[in-house]
């Protein structure tokens, strides 16, 4: 059984930071291009970051481009989200995901889900 588990999130001030980290089991994990995903309350989800199966090529956001940064260690089937100069428009809750095809941005080429993490931003 696939399990993809997230953790880090929590409440921040503006400008603070977190970390967040999702830790894979039941799959292949070299297998899997990796993202990130967020969705605020009353829209839909949307791509954050993402990388490819061995970390060579990272991708986001133009929203979160140059403050967040993604990662992962094949070893220990678990990535990374590192988040940077949070502001109240970054409030969501997180998904972690894994893709077979390397979907990148669109969430419908993803095959397993996390079951997410809230970040709160306080103004």
């Known amino acids: 059984q696939v399990q993809l588990v997230e953790s880090g999130g929590g409440l921040v001030q503006a400008g603070g930071s977190l970390r967040l980290s999702c830790t894979a089991s039941?799959?292949?994990?070299?297998?899997?291009?990796m993202g990130w995903f967020r969705q605020a309350p009353g829209k839909e989800r949307e791509f954050v970051a993402s990388i490819t199966w061995r970390g060579g090529a990272t991708f986001y956001a133009d929203s979160v481009k140059g403050r967040f940064a993604i990662s992962r260690d094949n070893a220990k089937n678990s990535m990374l989200l590192q988040m940077n100069s949070l502001k109240p428009d970054d409030t969501a809750v997180y998904y972690c995901a894994a893709s077979r095809s390397g979907a990148s941005t669109n969430t419908r080429g993803y095959d397993y889900w996390g079951q997410g993490t809230q970040v709160t931003v306080s103004s």
């Open positions: 039941g799959l292949t994990f070299s297998s899997y291009f």
